[in-house]
């Protein structure tokens, strides 16, 4: 079970870390996914990271911006999210993907479990 914390409300420029964490002993064969969706559109996988090796890869659409990146002493992942635009308004999702490979990820791998999604609003 993935438990996101730390979406709200900010203004355009603001910023935004995401939290997604869980409990048990094998945090560290999951590729973490960080996933965000609005009405309408294709769900996005805008971040992931790799297992243990520090592999990281970004969408276009948030790469300089945001910032994943994990701690697997305290089965923790983060997503910091700089210079946050209204068009980065979703629910963001953070996933889990089992591997046994640790130095890579994909941002359309096909996770096994899902966090409950925490809504980002970037207004004026």
């Known amino acids: 079970q993935l438990v996101e914390s730390g979406g709200g409300s900010v203004q355009p420029g603001g910023s935004l870390r995401l939290s997604c964490t869980t409990s048990?002993?094998?945090?560290?064969?999951?590729?973490i996914i960080w996933l965000r969706q609005t009405p309408g559109k294709e769900r996005e996988g805008v971040a992931c990271?790799?297992?243990?090796?520090?592999?990281?890869n970004y969408a276009d659409s948030v790469r300089g911006r945001f910032t994943v990146s994990r701690d697997n002493t305290k089965n923790t992942a983060y997503l910091q999210m700089n210079n946050l635009q209204p068009e980065d308004t979703a629910i963001y999702y953070c996933?889990?993907?089992?591997?046994?490979?640790?130095?890579?990820?994909?941002?359309?791998?096909?996770?096994?479990?899902w966090g409950q999604g925490t809504q980002v609003t970037v207004s004026s």
């Open positions: 996933a889990a993907q089992k591997t046994q490979v640790h130095d890579i990820c994909y941002r359309q791998g096909k996770p096994d479990y």
């Open positions: 048990g002993d094998t945090f560290d064969y999951y590729i």
């Open positions: 990271i790799s297992s243990r090796d520090g592999y990281v």
